[in-house]
């Protein structure tokens, strides 16, 4: 009997709603395939074991396709990139291909780590330099009291203030919680413990202020500065002082004057922390130790020489404060209306947050500081990243004949443009991440050496989980960015034309790679112009005539013990027969450490008033001691009675007086007047040696308290070290509280360069660097255009061609190629570091020879870098390279 098919029950086949989860689940390419796989499946089930059974399998067979390979990411009519079995494939071909070209893959690998490594080291300087002072608990609401004062028609900004200031904001202002004056000299004083002497840096400084800094406070009292007669010293100086003893409680001699007992003991602040001591003293030690403070300071606002720190309650305005603090010392001032109207002193807060970058003021206004030296190092550093990543870019577009095939076989058997640039993407990745590692080696060797350079202690911080995310997203940026032109430009080849062998990179094809070789000299060149022209001006500064000698010419810190047998010590010291002459001075030899205004003289006005002028406080033999020509007239002398009411001019105070014959003019300050000896040249005291002379008074000063240092005269022809060992029981015996602590002035004067050779030194290593980077990667393509060309080579050299023929063709384009870098940077670095020279007074003017003389050196070093490669082809066997035609 026939069976009638219409009388079989129907079977709906398997949940639809599942079918709709799958093809939701899975990605697009597995879904034809998988779910007609199951349906075929499910109805041969459900003949055999029936629909139940066989839906309750298919339940099972589609929970076995929720897996991560099968897993889409994101619709696509094609495989996605990022699926992670295409990625292990992308990584295996990307091994294989470095491992096939193992040239290419080291000069791709060794400059983008180069470039790294530099890039990081630049990354640590900076955040070292940003993140200064931000270990203070306190880093929001810390201030430093500033003040502006016009003189001679310019608004200046100091942080010296007078004395009584900081009462006067603690008492009247609620606005601050805190309040801290401290002396701004931080000078060297003695330590006496036992027979044991030691010069350590410290200053006196307001109770307050180990809360507001948030000083960690390893052992002692809480508020360890609260008593008049205490030291707070750092845990290095302690462990220097009293090795593995407790300190709390011993008693310390401070400049052979008074016993302290140590209070605490403090954590040593970080090195990139403004606040910088061995120990700190309580600010009210200086009326017990100064008889001068007391009788001329306690309630002197003219007298500005005292430095304020402030913390300002929370929720506070630091805008409101400033408005309602800016007249405080002008209110005290009983100067008259020529302070009010001319000097018009004004006090303003300056957040910590800028105390080390933005520390400097024009006309009254904050215009930045070292920020501009942590931008242009930043700028550096991309630059050097951006010439790295144009390597990989030029290498492996360069080779894109190479890998045509590879992409036109890719396309035909149904990989997407996308597919395509996941895989050369994940190849850059992966030399970026290779590159990364040989780069931690770099920057971990280099890093002792570059802490050296710039005066730091930076470490790498392997266990900041920050410092990984930022590695991390550079590493994944930098491989993005150098394979961003190579994935693109390989993934849009014709398979058609690749597959037919008709396709050819052509002129067109080499044009970007001209311009990134272009770009990528053009920056190498800027800081090779930058570097030159920076130390050009370093040593125009150096070489400027500073008006005194100063080699050989020492400074000693001054004493009571000094000041009261002087003229005993000077005699045991031109004794020794190391010392010509000896002076005392109110400041080194290389800086000035007062001003003064209120100076009179014949034809000056009320306005004259508020002339600032530099003093230095000395007595006699100071012009002979600092090695000074003399311009017009003589030195304080011993046989004029009337010197000691004497004053030496600098030309610029001549200048400012209007005064036709100096010599012998009467002039009035202090309420005294005084009598010109003698004129001098202008001579460099200023803090940068960049900076106009300012109008200098050298008066005759009797009182002790004035000075603060020595100045001795080595004799030439006696060696230093001689004349250190002569001088040395001499001091000891006059100045039994202190080593003999010495400087000398030419070393001293040379501190005055730090920034400028800093950043030339920086600036020479980036610009040495770039070029490497950039000769690595023309080398590079000198050595494939080599190859491309051995045929047309061999076949030149049957012709006839010599040697020098072919190195002319391949030197030829390369050399045209800097030419155009040149000429393009030049123009980029004039403006660029004439922009950077207006910030300075005494400054070169840039020549023509410095771009001259650059493009000499980049054609040299190109023409070196392409010549091997050019000269090993001209020298190879055409023979050997003509054999498979």
């Known amino acids: 009997m026939q069976r009638n098919d219409s009388d079989v029950p129907r079977d709906p086949g398997p949940p639809r709603w599942l079918d709709r989860l799958l093809l939701w689940l899975i990605a697009p390419h597995w879904r034809e395939e998988v779910l007609g796989d199951l349906h075929e499946r499910y109805y041969r089930r459900a003949q055999r074991l029936g629909t139940a059974k066989a839906r309750q399998r298919y339940w099972r067979e589609i929970l076995a396709y929720v897996r991560l390979s099968m897993i889409k990411c994101k619709p696509s009519d094609y495989p996605n990139p990022t699926h992670t079995t295409m990625l292990r494939n992308y990584l295996k071909l990307a091994f294989r291909n470095l491992a096939k070209h193992k040239g290419y893959s080291f000069i791709n690998i060794g400059g983008l780590a180069v470039g790294m490594a530099v890039t990081m080291l630049i990354g640590i300087w900076i955040n070292d330099e940003v993140s200064a ?21 310019r608004r200046g900004t100091q942080d010296a203030l007078p004395y009584p200031i900081g009462e006067e904001l603690k008492t009247k202002f609620p606005d601050f919680k805190a309040v801290a004056m401290f002396d701004r000299g931080n000078g060297n004083r003695s330590l006496i413990f036992g027979n044991q002497k030691f010069l350590k840096t410290g200053q006196f400084i307001g109770e307050d202020a180990i809360d507001m800094f948030s000083l960690h406070i390893l052992n002692g009292d809480k508020k360890p500065l609260k008593e008049p007669y205490s030291i707070v010293l750092t845990d290095e100086t302690a462990r220097t002082i009293f090795g593995n003893q407790d300190p709390v409680g011993k008693i310390l001699k401070l400049d052979n004057k008074v016993n302290l007992k140590v209070t605490a003991v403090v954590a040593k602040q970080p090195q990139n922390a403004t606040l910088q001591f061995d120990y700190l003293l309580p600010w009210n030690l200086q009326e017990n130790m100064y008889d001068w403070v007391n ?158 350079l710039t005066g730091k202690t930076m470490t790498v911080e392997f266990g900041n989980p920050v410092f990984w995310g930022i590695v991390l997203v550079f590493t994944v940026v930098t491989g ?6 190579p994935a693109l430009y390989l993934s849009s080849f014709n398979p058609v034309k690749i597959l037919k062998g008709s396709f050819r990179v052509g002129k067109s094809a080499s044009l970007p790679r001209q311009i990134l070789v272009v770009v990528q000299f053009t920056f190498s060149v800027v800081l090779m112009i930058a570097t030159i022209i920076i130390y050009q001006q370093m040593q125009y500064g150096k070489n400027r005539p500073i008006g005194f000698t100063r080699e050989g010419l020492i400074s000693v810190n001054s004493s009571s013990d000094l000041l009261d047998h002087f003229e005993t010590l000077r ?18 030899p290389t800086q000035w450490w007062s001003s003064n205004g209120g100076w009179k003289w014949k034809g000056s006005t009320p306005d004259d008033d508020a002339a600032i002028f530099t003093t230095i406080a000395t007595n006699f ?65 200023e803090w940068s040696p960049y900076q106009t002379v300012r109008p200098l008074t050298i008066v005759f000063e009797k009182d002790k308290n004035w000075f603060g240092f020595l100045c001795v005269r080595i004799i030439p022809n006696v060696a230093p070290a001689v004349a250190i060992e002569k001088m040395t029981p001499i001091f000891d015996k006059y100045n039994p509280g202190f080593p003999f602590d010495y400087k000398f002035s030419d070393t001293e004067y040379a501190k005055k360069f730090y920034y400028e050779e800093l950043i030339g030194n920086l600036s020479a290593i980036v610009s040495v660097l770039a070029i490497f980077i950039s000769c690595l990667g023309l080398f590079g393509l000198a050595s494939f255009m080599a190859e491309q060309r051995i045929k047309e080579i061999g076949i030149r050299k049957v012709l006839g061609a010599s040697v020098t023929n072919v190195w002319g063709l391949l030197s030829k384009d390369f050399v045209l190629l800097v030419i155009i870098s040149c000429l393009i940077a030049s123009p980029i670095a004039w403006y660029a570091m004439n922009t950077w020279l207006e910030s300075y007074t005494y400054k070169i003017t840039i020549g023509v020879g410095v771009f ?14 392409v010549s091997y490669q050019a000269i090993k082809a001209a020298l190879l066997n055409p023979v050997k390279s003509l054999r498979s035609e």
């Open 480 to 485: 993005l960015l150098a394979g961003s032109y």
């Open 621 to 685: 033999d100071y012009v002979k001691t600092m090695g000074i020509q003399l311009s017009q007239g003589r030195d304080f002398s011993r046989d004029f009675a009337t010197d000691s009411s004497g004053v030496i001019l600098n030309e610029a105070a001549v200048k400012r007086m209007g005064l036709k014959k100096p010599v012998g003019e009467i002039v009035r300050w202090g309420g005294r007047d005084r009598t010109v000896v003698g004129v001098i040249p202008d001579i460099v005291m």
């Open 133 to 153: 002072n931000r270990h203070h608990k306190n880093y929001e609401s810390l201030y430093q009291v500033k003040m502006n004062q016009t003189f001679d028609g």
């Open 295 to 452: 009788k001329y300071m306690k309630q002197n606002w003219g007298n500005n020489g005292w430095g304020l720190y402030v913390q300002l309650k929370d929720g506070i305005n630091p805008e409101q404060t400033n408005a309602k603090i800016k007249d405080v010392v002008l209110n005290h001032l009983s100067d008259g209306p020529n302070v009010r109207n001319v000097i018009k002193p004004e006090i303003f807060l300056h957040p910590m947050a800028k105390w080390r970058l933005y520390s400097e003021f024009e006309e009254g206004r904050n215009t930045g500081g070292f920020i501009k030296y942590v931008r242009l190092f930043g700028i550096f550093g991309l630059f050097i990243l951006i010439i790295a990543c144009i390597n990989f870019m030029n290498l492996s577009t360069a080779r894109s004949e190479k890998r045509a095939k590879e992409v036109g076989v890719r396309k035909a058997v149904g990989s997407g443009r996308e597919q395509l640039i996941g895989q050369f993407l994940s190849e850059s990745t992966l030399i970026a991440v290779l590159a990364l590692v040989l780069a931690f080696g770099m920057v971990l060797l280099s890093l002792p050496y570059f802490n050296s």
């Open 571 to 588: 005699a045991e010291l031109l004794a020794t027969g190391a010392v010509s002459s000896i002076c005392k001075s109110n400041s080194p």
């Open 852 to 865: 001259v003389g650059v493009l000499v050196v980049a054609l040299l070093i190109t023409v070196l870098t």
